[in-house]
């Protein structure tokens, strides 16, 4: 177990996910950047850590797919050896933003492969290794970190798929984390607030003026290195009693007011 610890990070190209990249290479983790398409913004994610003394790799594949999602646990596995933590961060918005009555079952299909299917049987693969690996006592334990969002409990009803798959992403989170309590595998659930990236570019200036109205107690957007931080602490054995739990990262917008 002398080597460094490896992680993979679904869609760690852009966004939260090459945030979470950062962070985690700056704490010493062999990082496995995945991407489906844009292969420069991954590549400059792998320089960035390389660059600082770290570890990185970046493997394309599309975690919709059956094969490439076998392919990503199997090229982390070949390029560091092992696999100790998972991050499902891959995900895609509503095609369209169509309302609800519109909504259409190419749109259903996309959405829920990326954001629910991908991760849940991305999950599965790596507890699978994860399992093998601690048994060969080759890692101490494992962890599986989904990021969801807080659409999976507040409604926009021109993302009605979007919303769906991460309401049964906090589910998923659920019955991972009981079924590999036993095995050394712990399982948490990071919800993100409103957080600057490509995906909320389209709405930032509907946001600005929300953020400025107190739609959240801490009034400024949030940053993908809010989101990988918490997963520091989570990956930094912080919360070594605690699984299948939510841990908000929103600025404080779950909280309810009169
Ligand atoms: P983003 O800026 O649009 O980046 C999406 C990332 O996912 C890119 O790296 C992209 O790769 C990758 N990706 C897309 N489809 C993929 C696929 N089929 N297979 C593998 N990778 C794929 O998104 P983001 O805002 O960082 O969001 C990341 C996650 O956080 C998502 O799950 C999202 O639902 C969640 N979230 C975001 C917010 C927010 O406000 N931004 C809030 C709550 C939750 P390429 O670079 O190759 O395209």
């Given at each position: 177990m002398g080597e460094a610890r490896a992680v993979l990070v679904t869609g760690g190209s852009r966004g939260i996910g090459r945030g979470i990249c950062l962070e985690l290479g700056r704490l010493g983790y062999a990082v496995a950047v995945n991407y489906a398409r844009r292969r420069d913004a991954a590549e400059e994610v792998v320089s960035r850590i390389t660059a600082a003394g770290g570890q990185a790799v970046a493997v394309q594949g599309d975690v919709a797919l059956t094969d490439d999602r076998r392919e990503l646990i199997e090229k982390t596995l070949q390029d560091f050896g092992r696999l100790d933590v998972l991050v499902n961060n891959a995900g895609i918005t509503s095609p369209g933003r169509k309302d609800l009555l519109e909504a259409t079952e190419e749109g259903w299909d996309l959405v829920f492969g990326v954001n629910l299917k991908g991760a849940f049987f991305l999950s599965q693969l790596a507890a699978k290794e994860m399992i093998r690996l601690i048994r060969q006592e080759r890692i101490p334990d494992g962890k599986i970190i989904n990021i969801s969002s807080i659409s999976a409990y507040v409604v926009s009803t021109n993302r009605a798929d979007y919303c769906m798959t991460k309401a049964a992403m906090g589910m998923m989170t659920k019955l991972f984390a009981q079924r590999l309590a036993d095995e050394r595998i712990r399982v948490y659930e990071i919800c993100p607030g409103v957080i600057e990236s490509d995906m909320t570019a389209p709405v930032k200036e509907k946001y600005d003026r929300l953020i400025a109205e107190g739609?959240?107690?801490?009034?400024r957007w949030g940053y993908p290195s809010d989101v990988a931080r918490a997963v520091a602490a989570v990956v930094s054995d912080y919360f070594p009693f605690s699984t299948g739990d939510r841990i908000n990262v929103?600025?404080?917008?779950?909280i309810r007011r009169l």
């Open positions: 739609l959240w107690p801490i009034r929103d600025g404080g917008f779950h």
